[in-house]
């Protein structure tokens, strides 16, 4: 995959220092050009840490008042479940942020998963303006890998991953949480910018898989990630990089 950007850091809690002085630069261009910041966030537990210093340490770099926060993917649990990316968001960034509960577009984990995809559709298509066939544009999208190479829910196999035409659908898959709802690959290869961040040994596999492994996305999903007209950057820590050439 050439093009792409990779920032290699000594170790992960460099990494999320660096996730968050990232995150706060592109806020700040995307404002400052379109008047807004739309960032559409992951889950996991490697952005937690990041998360919570865009809260504290970062929480004057950012203008939030013009931020709209979106989800990647939700596991299909009740927001203050411990497993609700919404729910890890909000106690680690978004309850300490003076924004209001328009700036929050969740994903309804609460509800049957695929009356959630289409909702969080809908709220896409509001929200961007997008008639049927056309993908939103977000500022920038976060993303994780998994050590079996998926990205948000798109998962090895599943027929999520040949999704062209759904911006969110339901997905059963192999992980705690089976139930949970995914933005698709389109969606995220229209935005802006997108930036994985991975950390720690357990990925660097993974890591590998997508970045100069043989390509097959059915195995190795995230490397279905390329956006068109956007940009691609890596945050990795030395152990997750460890493989690259
Ligand atoms: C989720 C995700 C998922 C995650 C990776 C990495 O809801 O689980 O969005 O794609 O980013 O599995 O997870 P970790 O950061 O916990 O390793």
Not at 109 to 136: I, M, N
Not at 146 to 165: C, D
Not at 193 to 203: D, I, L, P, S, Y
């Amino acid at each position: 995959m050439s093009g792409s950007n990779i920032i290699v850091t000594d170790d992960a809690q460099a990494l999320y220092v660096r996730g968050a002085e990232e995150i706060a630069h592109f806020a700040g261009e995307a404002i400052c050009t379109h008047g807004e910041f739309t960032l559409c966030l992951s889950g996991g537990s490697t952005p937690l840490a990041t998360y919570e210093l865009l809260a504290t340490r970062f929480h004057l770099s950012v203008d939030w008042k013009e931020v709209q926060f979106f989800w990647g993917d939700e596991r299909c649990v009740q927001p203050v479940d411990p497993g609700s990316n919404y729910g890890m968001a909000n106690r680690a960034m978004l309850s300490r942020l003076a924004i209001r509960p328009d700036q929050v577009h969740r994903i309804r984990g609460e509800e049957p998963p695929e009356q959630a995809a289409r909702a969080y559709e809908d709220e896409l298509r509001t929200r961007f303006g997008v008639v049927e066939g056309e993908f939103p544009q977000f500022s920038l999208v976060l993303l994780g890998l998994g050590e079996n190479s998926h990205t948000a829910s798109l998962f090895p196999g599943s027929s999520a991953i040949r999704e062209i035409e759904r911006m969110a659908v339901a997905v059963e898959v192999d992980a705690p949480e089976r139930h949970r709802v995914s933005l698709t690959a389109p969606v995220f290869n229209n935005a802006a910018r997108v930036m994985f961040m991975a950390a720690g040994e357990n990925k660097a596999q993974a890591v590998w898989n997508i970045l100069e492994g043989p390509r097959d996305p059915e195995k190795f999903p995230a490397q279905l990630i390329s956006p068109t007209n956007g940009e691609l950057v890596w945050l990795l820590d030395k152990a997750a990089a460890r493989l690259l050439s």
